[in-house]
């Protein structure tokens, strides 16, 4: 019982992966870039650092961040190996 529940929670995890990556993330980029290019356009220049630089911290958030908090990457490994050090 135990198993199907994990391959559940797995196959769920994979269709969370799969959307955010080529539905959420992508739509997102989309309108920031759009505002972006509205407050360029518009010469407003601090909206449109701010809504660039929003930009790019959505798209290092949805790309970067799942394999960075992995559990076998490398920041996982230097933070658990300096949690073992301080105790």
Do not use: C
């Not at 990556?21 to 601090?46: C, D, E, H």
């Not at 630089?53 to 958030?61: D, H, K, L, Q, T």
């Amino acid at each position: 019982m135990i198993i199907n529940y994990a391959y559940d929670v797995a196959t769920l995890q994979d269709v969370w992966n799969a959307a955010v990556s080529k539905w959420i993330a992508p739509i997102i980029i989309m309108v920031m870039g759009t505002l972006s290019l509205k407050f360029l356009l518009n010469r407003q220049w601090s909206q449109f650092i701010n809504f660039l630089s929003i930009g790019i911290g959505v798209a290092v958030v949805v790309y970067i961040a799942p394999e960075m908090f992995n559990q076998n990457s490398a920041l996982m490994n230097s933070v658990s190996d300096t949690a073992k050090m301080i105790n």
